[in-house]
């Protein structure tokens, strides 16, 4: 049942789950033998790296459909200055911290991409951190605000540049467990 604060669904729940299935599987086969991320003579040592909080129910959600062996860790980041306009810089306020990280391979599960800013940063500081890969997963895309050149490994669906919530994803921290990603209704985030 719709919420009333929601113009439309979007992505329906039965859509969600058809396209967290299929990013599954296509992690399942690009991380086993012979994959393409799977280095000749090494088992890749699998972590899902959850971007909180908006990522956590779709992380939580893939990580029971990879049938591969995979460890789940967290960072909490911020670039938001209010509540809906990006600053353009990136604050880590909760970091990863593992002594083995030479021996990871990363993959950065986050709900939704807009301008790229957050996740290209992210690439970059695991790789600096020592990280032995480190690649990205998003549920959602919005290729029409990015600001930087970057491409996520793994794209859930492609929507248009509207405000949305649902599935993880909230506006001044309501809407997150909605089933489904819905738009929300303009008069409920230009309120003043």
């Known amino acids: 049942m719709k919420h009333p604060d929601i113009e439309r669904i979007l992505v329906s729940e039965t859509e969600i789950d ?36 908006g990522s956590v129910v779709f992380m939580g959600e893939l990580m029971k459909r990879i049938g591969l062996p995979v460890e789940i860790d967290f960072m909490k980041v911020s670039s938001y200055g209010n509540l809906s306009v990006t600053t353009g810089s990136v604050n880590i306020i909760l970091d990863l911290h593992r002594k083995d990280i030479s021996e990871l391979d990363i993959l950065i599960i986050e709900d939704i991409i807009d301008s790229g800013r957050t996740l290209s940063y992210l690439v970059e500081y695991l790789k600096l951190k020592g990280a032995h890969s480190v690649r990205t997963c998003t549920l959602l895309d919005k290729i029409d605000r990015r600001e930087v050149d970057f491409r996520p490994d793994y794209i859930g669906r492609v929507i248009p540049d509207e405000f949305v919530v649902g599935y993880g994803l909230d506006y001044a921290e309501k809407y997150r467990a909605l089933p489904y990603v819905g738009v929300l209704k303009t008069e409920i985030y230009t309120k003043k």
């Open 18 to 53: 058809e396209t967290v299935r299929s990013i599954a599987m296509q992690i399942d086969k690009d991380y086993s033998t012979g994959g393409r991320f799977c280095e000749p003579g090494r088992e890749p040592k699998l972590v899902l790296l959850c971007v909180l909080k």
